[in-house]
T-cell receptor
Framework: AQSVTQLGSHVSVSEGALVLLRCNYSSSVPPYLFWYVQYPNQGLQLLLKYTSAATLVKGINGFEAEFKKSETSFHLTKPSAHMSDAAEYFCAVSDRAGGYNKLIFGAGTRLAVHP | GAVVSQHPSWVICKSGTSVKIECRSLDFQATTMFWYRQFPKQSLMLMATSNEGSKATYEQGVEKDKFLINHASLTLSTLTVTSAHPEDSSFYIC???????????FGPGTRLTVT
């Protein structure tokens, strides 16, 4: 069975500061890993995904994540937070059978950015 | 980019009535669509996987007779909440998997309130 743990349900940073959102996964097979962002009352937007190519994955809006197999982690970072980054972020895992299958989501981390 | 729409975006219904939510892939064909449920300030929980032309696969604990899913074409899946009750009030999100690229795209969600 696969699972995702996001450490920290709420993270608060100053505008311009480093953003670090933590995600650890559990999977019995090589995983696909994803980060999504959700703004209030909206669906999910894909930020980036890991599919066994480069371990450092760059996504949209300046976000990136590094897959570390030894640590079973896929933390999301952004060097400089912007007010518009305030949102809910979800880490997700999927197995590889038959392409992308169902996604298992973490509990989410709410990012607040203050001036 | 690939777009998934949901209709309606919000709906209020009386207890005991049925509500149908549509999920459409607008510019790609989706052999597989997924239905998720999200409670306030919580993560997405997969309800069922819908494959075009076949019966949906429901996750454990999801009542298939209450949440009827139909995936009659490569661009449309519907979720019908039958005999809705206040505890069915939630945010329902669908996603569609592009059969060509296996990418999964999310709809904007439907907020259901049962009074």
């Amino acid at each position: 069975a696969q699972s995702v743990t996001q450490l920290g349900s709420h993270v608060s940073v100053s505008e311009g500061a480093l953003v670090l959102l933590r995600c650890n996964y559990s999977s019995s097979v090589p995983p696909y890993l994803f980060w999504y962002v959700q703004y209030p009352n909206q669906g999910l937007q894909l930020l980036l995904k890991y599919t066994s190519a480069a371990t450092l994955v760059k996504g949209i809006n300046g976000f990136e994540a590094e897959f570390k197999k030894s640590e079973t982690s896929f933390h999301l970072t952004k060097p400089s937070a912007h007010m518009s980054d305030a949102a809910e972020y979800f880490c997700a895992v999927s197995d590889r059978a038959g392409g992308y299958n169902k996604l298992i989501f973490g509990a989410g981390t709410r990012l607040a950015v203050h001036p | 980019g690939a777009v998934v729409s949901q209709h309606p975006s919000w709906v209020i219904c009386k207890s005991g009535t049925s509500v149908k939510i549509e999920c459409r892939s607008l510019d790609f064909q989706a052999t597989t669509m997924f239905w998720y449920r999200q409670f306030p300030k919580q993560s997405l929980m997969l309800m069922a996987t819908s494959n075009e032309g076949s019966k949906a696969t429901y996750e454990q604990g999801v009542e298939k007779d209450k949440f009827l899913i139909n995936h009659a074409s490569l661009t449309l899946s519907t979720l019908t909440v039958t005999s809705a009750h206040p505890e069915d009030s939630s945010f329902y999100i669908c996603s569609a998997r592009d059969w060509g690229s296996y990418e999964q795209y999310f709809g904007p969600g439907t907020r259901l309130t049962v009074t």
